[in-house]
């Protein structure tokens, strides 16, 4: 991790009048006396009752350089959802959420919880759909909301973090829907729960996370183990495990990754944040791949303004849904290569499912 900038206190609040000015601007909110910081995206035409997704960031990070660096906003676009990204405080060595390394008085859940509760209250968001997710420290952070505050929380979404020993005696509030994401060849946060950048056990292992996760959530049995695509030449496996639950637990296992968050479609076969917004939209499931051939489907331009190019290997019944699942459109398409014309839906993601045989993600786009 890049060492930056201590954070930046005495940020002048701004106060907030239209979305379009929301999408810009670094905020605060008062808590525990102190003013603390928070980034938003949205869509270009947000609306009420949106999705929001909150990113916690890794150990020395800030959220401005984040925000750039993983383009926030028009993933904000993409998905019509906020997106909140909140900034930790200075505890010493950097940056960083109480998780309990530290006997730290400064109580971030309940600041993340008082921002969700401003944000709602002001924006009207979709309580129904509330997601947190967050890499290396943001992924142990994102572990203690969905234990402490797994009633307020749709889904959640730990990448290269663990559960601290501190927090493993805790019983989650409730179940949630979790998808825990970590590489086998990390050796800034271990899969075996060992650092050897800080030379210490720093958590559970993730057998024992997955343990303590699918406890909660009432799995039994045996696993559903699938192999995603393995098609670039990235040196990494990514394997999924899906729990028998009465609420989901899947773990995406990411063989020979490292402390790195893979998101170059150019590069790995897998992206973590295409990953982490199929599952919580419940598209990331087994169920929907069970035929993985490259002719099944082709889509193309993709992204696109409308007019939409699809191969299929034999005449195929197509449904598209948006990202809440609502069937927005549905034909029979024949064999070969034909054109349909989705200009009348409004700019986002939709997955096109076929025949139960295969799932694709498309982006409309009108510049």
């Not at 909110?29 to 003013?35: K, P, T």
């Not at 729960?193 to 045996?222: A, H, K, P, Q, V």
């Amino acid at each position: 991790m890049k060492p930056l900038h201590p954070l930046r206190f005495g940020i002048i609040f701004l106060t907030i009048t239209l979305f379009s000015s929301l999408s810009a601007q670094i905020q605060t909110i008062e808590w525990q006396g102190m003013q603390r910081e928070y980034l938003v995206r949205t869509p270009s035409t947000p609306t009420a009752n949106m999705p929001v997704m909150f990113f916690l960031h890794g150990l020395n990070n800030l959220v401005g350089h984040l925000d750039q660096q993983y383009n926030f906003a028009q993933l904000a676009e993409d998905y019509g959802w906020m997106i909140v990204l909140p900034q930790a405080l200075d505890l010493g060595i950097g940056t960083m959420w109480n998780v309990g390394f530290t006997d730290s008085p400064v109580d971030d859940v309940g600041f993340l919880t008082a921002l969700l509760d401003t944000l709602t209250d002001r924006y009207q968001l979709n309580t129904d759909s509330v997601f947190f997710t967050g890499y290396s420290m943001g992924g142990f952070m994102s572990h203690r909301m969905a234990i402490e505050q797994g009633d307020r929380i749709t889904a959640c979404a730990p990448v290269s973090g663990l559960i601290t020993n501190a927090l493993a005696s805790q019983t989650p509030v409730s179940p949630v829907r979790i998808l825990l994401i970590h590489g086998t060849n990390d050796d800034i946060v271990g899969y075996d729960g060992y650092s050897f950048f800080f030379g210490m056990e720093i958590g559970l292992r993730l057998d024992s996370i997955i343990n303590y996760w699918t406890t909660y959530n009432g799995c039994e049995g045996e696993p559903l183990i699938d192999t995603l695509p393995d098609l670039k030449d990235d040196g990494l496996r990514f394997v999924r495990y899906t729990y028998d639950c009465s609420t989901d637990v899947q773990h995406l296992k990411v063989i020979g990754g490292a402390h790195i968050w893979y998101h170059n479609p150019n590069l790995y076969d897998v992206g973590y944040m295409d990953v982490i917004h199929d599952f919580f939209t419940g598209h990331f499931k087994p169920s929907s791949i069970p035929d993985m051939t490259p002719t099944s489907l082709k889509i193309w331009p993709n992204p696109s303004t409308g007019l939409v190019n699809l191969f299929v290997n034999g005449p195929t019944n197509i449904t598209i849904t948006d990202i809440l699942g609502k069937r927005v459109y549905q034909q029979c398409i024949p064999d070969g290569t034909s054109q349909i014309n989705l200009r009348e839906l409004p700019d986002g993601v939709y997955f096109i499912h076929g025949n139960q045989k295969f799932i694709s993600k498309l982006i409309l786009n009108r510049p």
